[in-house]
């Protein structure tokens, strides 16, 4: 069975750092053909694409954040840890982690339940 | 940046009926689209890949159909379960990351 389970702070102040680990469980992070995005929405909003890391270690960021963003692996921990620098209000949202899976298509096919991350003084 | 774009922003059903969702890409993804349905204090489930394949446990009643830049998700009869809001998303250039659509809701009418 597939899960994926973010953490993390709940409240984090203006200028500090974010940190999220995703634990997944039932698929190895060192599987071919397998990745984990992290994708935020805002209360009431859309979702948004932040980041992504491949079995090779490949990594791809958002582009309107990439110089915020450091995604990283522990395939021992099965663990995806994603950092966010300089936080501000309006990065208020709820974090998910999610599996992809790419074959002859491609699959964003679990997530994780979601952390909702409130940034505020 | 590929920018989606979906209409209408809401869709009022009655149950039974049929529900015809539209995504729109600003250049051609091919057929690298998905649909997501996303229930109130729930994370998306997949509904649809490449365009037109089912995911795993999702009923005959959706169907996706379109290639290049319009897309269409159907639902052939609107179950109670089903109301709720529905995201496309591009992965045409996918080493490069995914974007969403604003979301289509469908309430009950």
């Known amino acids: 069975q597939v899960t994926l389970k973010e953490s993390g702070p709940v409240l984090v102040k203006p200028t500090e750092t974010l940190t999220l680990t995703c634990t997944v469980s039932?698929?190895?992070?060192?599987?071919?053909?397998?990745?984990v995005s992290w994708i935020r929405q805002p209360p009431g909003k859309a979702l948004e694409w932040l980041a992504h890391i491949f079995s090779n270690d490949e990594k791809s960021y958002s582009t309107s954040l990439k110089s915020r963003l450091t995604i990283s692996k522990d395939t021992s921990k099965s663990q995806v840890v994603l950092t966010m620098t300089n936080m501000d209000p309006v990065d208020t949202a709820t974090y998910y982690c999610?599996?992809?899976?790419?074959?002859?298509?491609?699959?964003?096919?679990?997530w994780g339940q979601g952390t909702l991350v409130t940034v505020s003084s | 940046e590929i920018v989606m774009t979906q209409s209408p922003a809401t869709l009022s059903v009655s149950p039974g009926e049929r529900a015809t969702l539209s995504c729109r890409a600003s250049q051609s993804v091919s057929s690298n689209l998905a649909w997501y349905q996303q229930k109130p204090g729930q994370a998306p489930r997949l509904l649809i890949y490449?365009?037109?394949t089912r995911a795993t446990g999702i009923p005959a009643r959706f169907s996706g159909s379109g290639s290049g830049t319009e897309f269409t998700l159907t639902i052939s009869s609107l179950q109670s379960e089903d109301f709720a809001v529905y995201y496309c998303q591009q992965y045409n250039n996918w080493l490069r990351g995914f974007t969403f659509g604003p979301g289509t809701k469908v309430d009950i009418k």
């Open positions: 490449g365009a037109s």
């Open positions: 039932g698929f190895s992070l060192s599987n071919a053909r397998m990745g």
């Open positions: 999610a599996r992809i899976e790419y074959s002859s298509s491609l699959k964003v096919d679990y």
